[in-house]
């Protein structure tokens, strides 16, 4: 029985999708522990192409059950427009799909809210996807958050949203100088949703109790990454939940003791959407080349993404605060092009070298990387299934960062497939 945490160990958009898509054919149960409609997972198999924001990545590969755990808060548009398009895949999600009875429910002056805080910061935005992350979590830490418990009454539910958004109105005429949203256009929106998510809802609580005393097996997976970590990420350029080993815990209502694998997900570079600071950000054409040989746009916004060198500094931080044990290394196929391969492995701060990654935001935007250069390998590494028939120079650069990192890459991913996998 394994119960294994798979989690971005960068600011997201690690591939974290694939890796969940091609082990849970060994997993009972795949679950969403925190985040929301931010994150955008891309699966891709046999001809099909599909991104997912809310349902776990278990759809596709075996018979898993999907939960989408406590910790989420989940748009309920955004989740019926996705189980629309995973049924049109010719999936059945009756009795595949569960959401927790206590997750929060985004509404729609969450979005506007996100929206026009963010134009009120003006150059001190954060970047955010727009999806009503940040307020939802707002409202649910405030306890005037809406739960998926609260869908089964429509008349104290009605009553319930109708207050809060009277409270919102306030503030969009009098602080943001919007205009107000109207309560019954909203309902008559948000109700026919509501219908359609009511049937999955479940104690999946009780769910995954009864999963770990059957001994079954469950893969937890997280959205974002540990980097835009509320308490551990570049504050306060982060996400507003916990995308941490701790937050899949809280997040599903498994306990600490019942996990049995931490696995990092990495990408042989780096990347970062939304504002914050990048070490080893490259304002350059090499930057230029990861993005484009990368495919570096986001699933979620379709925004270009920052891009830069692997950093070491940060991927060990991340491996300590989730005690990874295993990792996964991501579009390393995007390297084979590059003549040399930079790899940070200090940073330089206040003329000293270190290998701590600094908790306050400013000194990290000081920080000038050290590097280690490797020659690039100048071939193609696609569609590899096999680690020793990876070129020699490649299997130099993963096993130096094995060394480094003093963790062992379990998966290694050489191409956007299902199929363009080395397990190991
Ligand atoms: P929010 O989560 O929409 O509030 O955005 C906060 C920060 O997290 C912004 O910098 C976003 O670009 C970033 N972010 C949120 N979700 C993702 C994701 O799935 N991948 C990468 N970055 C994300």
């Not at 991340?318 to 040399?340: H, P, Q």
């Amino acid at each position: 029985m394994a119960v294994r945490i798979i989690i971005g160990a960068q600011w997201g958009d690690e591939g974290k999708g694939k890796i969940v898509d091609r082990l849970s054919s060994d997993a009972a149960y795949v679950v969403r522990y925190q985040g929301g409609a931010n994150a955008g997972h891309t699966l891709k198999f046999d001809d099909t192409t599909i991104v997912l924001h809310l349902i776990p990545s278990g759809m596709f590969n075996g018979d898993s059950k999907c939960i989408i755990g406590n910790g989420v808060v989940i748009d309920p548009i955004a989740l019926v427009n996705e189980i629309k398009k995973v049924e049109a895949l010719g999936v059945d999600l009756q009795n595949r799909l569960f959401i927790s009875s206590s997750a929060h429910l985004i509404l729609p002056y969450h979005k506007v809210l996100d929206n026009v805080k963010e134009k009120k910061r003006g150059s001190d935005a954060i970047g955010t996807t727009g999806r009503g992350i940040g307020p939802a979590y707002v409202s649910k830490v405030s306890r005037i958050g809406i739960r998926m418990n609260d869908l089964a009454n429509t008349e104290k539910l009605e009553e319930s949203i109708k207050k809060n958004l009277a409270d919102i109105n306030l503030a969009l005429k009098n602080v943001y100088n919007e205009p107000e949203l109207d309560a019954d256009v909203m309902m008559s929106e948000l109700l026919p949703a509501i219908e359609v998510v009511k049937p999955y809802i479940r104690n999946t609580t009780e769910i995954l109790h009864q999963a770990l005393d059957n001994g079954e097996s469950i893969l937890l997976e997280g959205a974002q990454g540990s980097l835009l970590d509320v308490d551990h990420g570049t504050y306060p350029y982060v996400t507003s939940s916990s995308p941490t080993a701790g937050g899949a815990c809280t997040g599903s209502g498994i306990p600490p003791m019942a996990i049995t694998h931490s696995m990092g997900i990495t990408k042989a570079y780096c990347t970062r959407v939304g504002n914050g600071p990048f070490p080893t950000e490259l304002n350059d054409e090499t930057g230029e080349k990861l993005r484009k040989n990368g495919q570096e746009f986001g699933a979620t916004t379709g925004r270009p993404r920052r891009c830069g060198w692997l950093d070491l500094v940060a991927l060990k931080y991340a491996i300590r605060l989730n005690g990874m044990n295993e990792l996964s290394l991501t579009k390393l196929d995007v390297l084979d092009d590059f003549d040399t391969i930079n790899v940070c492995t200090h940073y330089e701060l206040d003329g000293k070298l270190t290998t701590v990654f600094p908790l306050n935001t400013d000194k990290v935007s000081e920080v000038k990387p050290v590097y280690k250069t490797f020659d690039g390998w100048k071939q193609s590494t696609r569609n590899i299934t096999s680690f020793d028939e990876l070129p020699g120079k490649t299997r130099n650069y993963i096993r130096f960062i094995e060394e480094y990192t003093g963790v062992p890459f379990k998966v290694v991913s050489t191409g956007p497939k299902r199929s363009e996998t080395i397990i190991r």
